[in-house]
């Protein structure tokens, strides 16, 4: 604990926090794209530490909250199928599709087992060859090589009965989208670093060139944060736009070749829908058709599930850095952990429920810019 | 979801011709494939995402690192598993065999 008592001792944070203040001459926006990096942020108050001129908005980094509605209905109905153990990571069972949420089926009777890595799922169809078991394939690049071993493996092994439901997302075009829309606030980015630990940063160069945007690939501690902030306002306040990497001591420029290979083996790119910013095309693994029996989309026909959100929810805005949770109406009055109206309040990562845990809907309330907005539904 | 959990290697064995090891993070030991870490000998420190090591570290970086993520409640990955054995399901779902 040496580390974070010396961080709230605040010396080497404070003196960060200064160079920051002493470098700024104008407002800047920053986004940090990881879920992680958003938590952090909000639990050490990073964001209040730096000086107001840099603004911190935060990114689509949280898979559990960009899954789309229409891939968790498909769970569901997946899940409610007679003979299927279906498998996930314990953070998609409470997170509600249109027609509810996967822990309420398991409380029915459905058999919805979490597992802590995706080869447990292969190993429970090996053990239950009578059973179709399915496993819910989420996350972003630093999980899937963990998904493509387990589809890799089932292959190999012939485990026929297993397959995975696929929902993979990738960080570099969300930027890409998050740049070009029209309204684009944000100027630099923290870029995730247990991503980069995987995919290296090679594509992330291409990026920050097309778009004239610093990007400082940056880990999640406290003092991590600062530095990356600090970093990319340098780059800011020069004029620079490059890929630096803060992150030096878990991130090379070509990360895991053996986990990047297997990745490629198993899974191609292909169009996904993200939940609050709608389809980003090339933004996610699809199963290759070499390894389609075990691609549970093609093994179960499910019909494509007309799917609506809430209106009043700001969540799509909040992931491309528009506003802030605390801009919402809904935000910790009609959306909370428990009864999340959208994305970024469906998982502990996201940015809403992160702001919720450490008590931000206090300063909301207080704010009166935002208690002028009253629901208008 | 996406952070890695810094855990020492105890051991290192083959599983049907995979790479595996017992990794222990905080009091909480766990099986962990280590194909992509395949240099990780026992005794050295390896970042672990959802049972797969994805990179080695060094002692005291793993020392702060696995800190902060207790810190910011981050480490459940580890225990969810077992936690949700814990809850309740009714009997029987149609297409499974009484137990």
């Given at each position: 604990m040496k580390y974070l008592d010396e961080y709230r001792d605040g010396g080497v944070a404070s003196s960060i926090a200064k160079t920051i203040a002493e470098t700024v001459t104008r407002p800047w926006v920053l986004m940090e794209v990881c879920g992680g990096q958003t938590h952090s942020i909000v639990r050490y108050g990073i964001d209040r530490m730096i000086p107001p001129e840099v603004e911190l908005v935060h990114g689509p980094g949280c898979p559990v909250c960009v899954t789309s509605l229409e891939m968790i209905d498909k769970a569901h109905a997946i899940a409610s199928r007679p003979g299927v153990i279906f498998t996930s990571f314990g953070?998609?069972?409470r997170v509600p599709g249109s027609r509810g949420d996967l822990l309420t089926l398991k409380s029915r009777g459905a058999d919805v087992r979490v597992v802590y890595s995706p080869l447990d799922a292969v190993r429970i169809a090996s053990q239950n060859p009578a059973r179709e078991v399915v496993f819910f394939g989420i996350g972003f690049e630093t999980t899937a090589p963990a998904n493509a071993m387990a589809v890799y493996r089932a292959r190999k092994e012939g485990v026929g009965n297993f397959s995975m439901l696929l929902s993979h997302v990738l960080v570099p075009p969300a930027m890409a989208a998050i740049l070009q829309a029209p309204g684009n606030r944000v100027q630099g980015f923290l870029g995730p670093g247990h991503v980069c630990a995987i995919m290296g940063y090679r594509e992330y160069e291409s990026l920050a060139e097309r778009y004239r945007v610093p990007i400082v690939i940056t880990g999640f501690e406290p003092i991590d944060l600062l530095e990356g902030i600090l970093m990319t306002v340098r780059q800011l306040e020069t004029g620079r736009a490059v890929v630096e990497n803060q992150y030096a001591r878990a991130v090379t420029?070509?990360?895991?070749p053996a986990a990047r290979a297997l990745v490629l083996e198993v899974f191609e790119v292909g169009d996904r829908k993200w939940r609050g910013v709608g389809s980003i095309p090339k933004s996610g693994y699809k199963i290759r058709y070499e390894y389609r029996m075990h691609d549970a989309e093609k093994r179960f026909h499910v019909e494509e599930i007309a799917t609506e959100e809430s209106s009043l929810c700001i969540s799509g805005q909040i992931l491309r850095g528009l506003k802030k949770p605390s801009d919402c109406s809904a935000f910790g009055t009609l959306c909370t952990p428990q009864k999340p109206l959208g994305a970024t309040m469906v998982s502990a990562e996201g940015a809403c429920a992160a702001y919720y845990q450490y008590g931000r809907f206090l300063d909301s309330a207080s704010l009166p810019a935002v208690t002028a907005q009253a629901p208008t539904a | 979801m996406c952070l890695g959990i810094p855990g020492e290697l105890l051991e290192v064995r083959d599983v049907k011709g995979l790479k595996f090891g017992k990794v222990r993070f905080g009091g909480i030991t766990r099986d962990v494939c280590l194909e992509y870490a395949a240099d990780a000998v026992a005794g050295d420190y390896v970042v672990v995402h959802v049972g797969f090591a994805i990179s080695k570290i060094d002692k005291d970086e793993a020392a702060r690192s696995f800190a902060v993520l207790e810190d910011l409640g981050q480490t459940g990955e580890l225990t969810a598993d077992m936690a949700e054995q814990l809850l309740p399901r009714s009997g029987p779902w149609p297409g499974e065999e009484d137990p």
């Amino acid at each position: 604990m040496k580390y974070l008592d010396e961080y709230r001792d605040g010396g080497v944070a404070s003196s960060i926090a200064k160079t920051i203040a002493e470098t700024v001459t104008r407002p800047w926006v920053l986004m940090e794209v990881c879920g992680g990096q958003t938590h952090s942020i909000v639990r050490y108050g990073i964001d209040r530490m730096i000086p107001p001129e840099v603004e911190l908005v935060h990114g689509p980094g949280c898979p559990v909250c960009v899954t789309s509605l229409e891939m968790i209905d498909k769970a569901h109905a997946i899940a409610s199928r007679p003979g299927v153990i279906f498998t996930s990571f314990g953070d998609m069972l409470r997170v509600p599709g249109s027609r509810g949420d996967l822990l309420t089926l398991k409380s029915r009777g459905a058999d919805v087992r979490v597992v802590y890595s995706p080869l447990d799922a292969v190993r429970i169809a090996s053990q239950n060859p009578a059973r179709e078991v399915v496993f819910f394939g989420i996350g972003f690049e630093t999980t899937a090589p963990a998904n493509a071993m387990a589809v890799y493996r089932a292959r190999k092994e012939g485990v026929g009965n297993f397959s995975m439901l696929l929902s993979h997302v990738l960080v570099p075009p969300a930027m890409a989208a998050i740049l070009q829309a029209p309204g684009n606030r944000v100027q630099g980015f923290l870029g995730p670093g247990h991503v980069c630990a995987i995919m290296g940063y090679r594509e992330y160069e291409s990026l920050a060139e097309r778009y004239r945007v610093p990007i400082v690939i940056t880990g999640f501690e406290p003092i991590d944060l600062l530095e990356g902030i600090l970093m990319t306002v340098r780059q800011l306040e020069t004029g620079r736009a490059v890929v630096e990497n803060q992150y030096a001591r878990a991130v090379t420029r070509d990360g895991n070749p053996a986990a990047r290979a297997l990745v490629l083996e198993v899974f191609e790119v292909g169009d996904r829908k993200w939940r609050g910013v709608g389809s980003i095309p090339k933004s996610g693994y699809k199963i290759r058709y070499e390894y389609r029996m075990h691609d549970a989309e093609k093994r179960f026909h499910v019909e494509e599930i007309a799917t609506e959100e809430s209106s009043l929810c700001i969540s799509g805005q909040i992931l491309r850095g528009l506003k802030k949770p605390s801009d919402c109406s809904a935000f910790g009055t009609l959306c909370t952990p428990q009864k999340p109206l959208g994305a970024t309040m469906v998982s502990a990562e996201g940015a809403c429920a992160a702001y919720y845990q450490y008590g931000r809907f206090l300063d909301s309330a207080s704010l009166p810019a935002v208690t002028a907005q009253a629901p208008t539904a | 979801m996406c952070l890695g959990i810094p855990g020492e290697l105890l051991e290192v064995r083959d599983v049907k011709g995979l790479k595996f090891g017992k990794v222990r993070f905080g009091g909480i030991t766990r099986d962990v494939c280590l194909e992509y870490a395949a240099d990780a000998v026992a005794g050295d420190y390896v970042v672990v995402h959802v049972g797969f090591a994805i990179s080695k570290i060094d002692k005291d970086e793993a020392a702060r690192s696995f800190a902060v993520l207790e810190d910011l409640g981050q480490t459940g990955e580890l225990t969810a598993d077992m936690a949700e054995q814990l809850l309740p399901r009714s009997g029987p779902w149609p297409g499974e065999e009484d137990p």
